[in-house]
């Protein structure tokens, strides 16, 4: 994959979430592409650990411990750049399958939080160092559920679509400035920790999300389009990029092998 190095302005990246699956992947291809990776997110030891192998493959890392949906301690994050080149809004994830009917409020509230005001957080924190840059951008990692509804995915698809939303709207308010919003929205991704954590650790309703779909997407797949969607030419903008495995033709349409 042909990637431009960043110029020297815009060299810094903000990658939340990143201590696992999606964000530490992400973090690593962006390192190689030469940007100064800060990683983020609440497990410290994680991305200490990440950023000491970033740091011993040759490439530049920093971590900084952070809740994204902490408002006062994303400000005091933010005081530390005068410029970024590119935020990566990766930290998020999925709390159950149940219907609307029976589904935990506080679930949905927690999903809310961090998938939509934990993206605006930072967003917003980071907004004038993205525009101080002269070239920067937003990557807001969403999900097909933020395209589609399924059934048992009330609370995920309602957050999904709320951070599709504010991607979308923000393209609109800050065109005519020098920064780029993206959407990425993966589908069927097969991490270490996504479907276990949805499911409260249940290894085996983890496992049948997956089962017979010979190649789910990974990590790695995600953090690649990511990383060429971020090191196009400055004046080139993908939108919206919608990637699914090939077994996976909708949100409720899977080919699985017997």
């Known amino acids: 994959m042909a990637t ?17 699956g999606i964000g530490a992947a992400t973090a690593r291809q962006l390192a190689a592409a030469g940007y100064r990776v800060v990683l983020t997110a609440r497990r ?9 192998e970033i ?11 952070l809740d994204v949906t902490d408002r006062a301690a ?23 399958a149940d219907p609307v009917a ?3 409020p506080a679930d949905w ?6 998938n939509v005001i934990g993206t605006l957080n930072l967003t917003q924190a980071l907004l004038p160092k993205l525009i101080a840059s002269g070239d920067g951008t937003v990557v807001v990692v969403s999900s097909t559920a933020g395209h589609g509804t399924y059934e048992g995915g009330g609370g995920y698809v309602a957050a999904k679509h709320g951070a599709h939303v504010l991607a979308e709207t923000l ?5 005519g400035q020098p920064v780029r919003v993206i959407e990425i929205a993966p589908g069927m991704v097969k991490t270490d920790e996504f479907a276990l954590t949805r499911f409260s650790g249940d290894k085996e309703k983890a496992e049948k999300v997956y089962q017979g779909v010979a190649e789910p997407l990974t990590a790695d797949d995600v953090a690649e389009t990511i990383t060429w969607a971020v090191t196009r030419p400055a004046h080139v903008n993908v939108d919206l990029l919608v990637l699914r495995p090939r077994a996976q033709a909708s949100n409720t349409k899977v080919h699985r092998e017997a």
Do not use: C, W
Not at 84 to 89: K, R
Not at 109 to 114: G, K, N
């Open 109 to 114: 509230r927690q999903m809310y939080e961090t």
């Open 102 to 104: 029976t589904g935990d």
């Open 44 to 52: 410290k030891d994680r991305i200490e650990a990440l950023a000491e």
């Open 4 to 20: 431009a190095a960043p110029p020297a302005a815009s060299r810094i990246a903000v990658v939340t979430g990143a201590s696992s």
């Open 171 to 175: 393209r609109l308010e800050i065109v």
């Open 74 to 96: 994303v400000d005091e994050f933010a005081t530390a750049f005068k410029t970024i080149g590119v935020l990566v809004n990766n930290a998020g994830g999925a709390l159950g």
């Open 55 to 65: 740091t011993q493959a040759g490439h530049q890392a920093t971590a900084y411990a």
